[in-house]
């Protein structure tokens, strides 16, 4: 079954950093790039980044950040166990919101997300 | 940054009724446009990439239209299960960026 398993909610204080993990199966891993994606309650979906895990990615090209967030999130992937990861830093109240992670298809799907994990709750209190 | 805008906010409609969303864009972007659904404690759902074509297993109620910086989403007969937040959604490569609208609520 092709799919992305996120890890679970998670309640961080300010200042602290949460780290969001989004397993894949059912598909080549490496093909794909992984966007994170995320939602503050009431509020409409915000680009955080993409990771390409594919490992002959070279390490100046593997990620790209939103500006927003250049200096305190980094993604990375472990191509062994499928997963992508999500290290977000320096939380403050406004970081509560849920945290998905989603496929990229690729040129031949408009580079859009068509495939989404189930979300992560992270609340920042 | 590109921005993206939406109308209505919001939308009251019947089952059957026609429903048009529209979408706009700070700047022209082509056809790199998609449109997803959202429901309630759910993840988006990819309905329509490159502004008009039909993600697979999507019912074709569903369409999209529009390049450069004007785009339209289009349920041709609203059905019970439509009821969702719909957002429009760009993307850029050079330098990589992706930008949602502020998405529409429609119920029915």
């Known amino acids: 079954q092709v799919q992305l398993v996120q890890s679970g909610a998670e309640v961080k204080k300010p200042g602290a950093s949460v780290r969001v993990s989004c397993k894949a199966s059912?598909?080549?891993?490496?093909?794909?790039?992984i966007h994170w994606i995320r939602q503050a309650p009431g509020q409409g979906p915000e680009w955080l980044g993409s990771i390409n895990p594919n490992p002959a990615a070279s390490v100046a090209t593997a990620t790209d950040y939103a500006q927003k967030f250049r200096d305190r999130v980094t993604m990375t992937s472990d191509t062994s166990v499928k997963t992508a990861y999500m290290e977000l830093r320096s939380l403050t109240s406004d970081d509560t919101a849920v945290y998905y992670c989603a496929e990229e298809g690729g040129p031949q799907k408009g580079y859009a997300f068509h495939l989404w994990g189930q979300g992560t709750m992270v609340i920042v209190s | 940054d590109i921005q993206m805008t939406q109308s209505p906010p919001s939308l009251s409609a019947s089952v059957g009724d026609r429903v048009i969303i529209t979408c706009q864009a700070s700047?022209?972007?082509?056809?790199?446009l998609h449109w997803y659904q959202q429901k309630p404690g759910k993840a988006p759902k990819l309905l329509i990439y490159d502004a008009s074509n039909l993600e697979t297993g999507v019912p074709s109620r569903f369409s999209g239209s529009g390049s450069g910086t004007d785009f339209t989403f289009t349920i041709s007969s609203l059905q019970p299960e439509d009821t969702a937040t719909y957002y429009c959604?760009?993307?850029?490569?050079?330098?990589?960026?992706?930008?949602f609208g502020p998405g529409t609520k429609v119920e029915i």
């Open positions: 059912g598909y080549t891993f490496t093909d794909h790039f």
């Open positions: 959604q760009q993307y850029d490569n050079h330098p990589p960026e992706r930008t």
């Open positions: 700047q022209d972007i082509s056809y790199y």
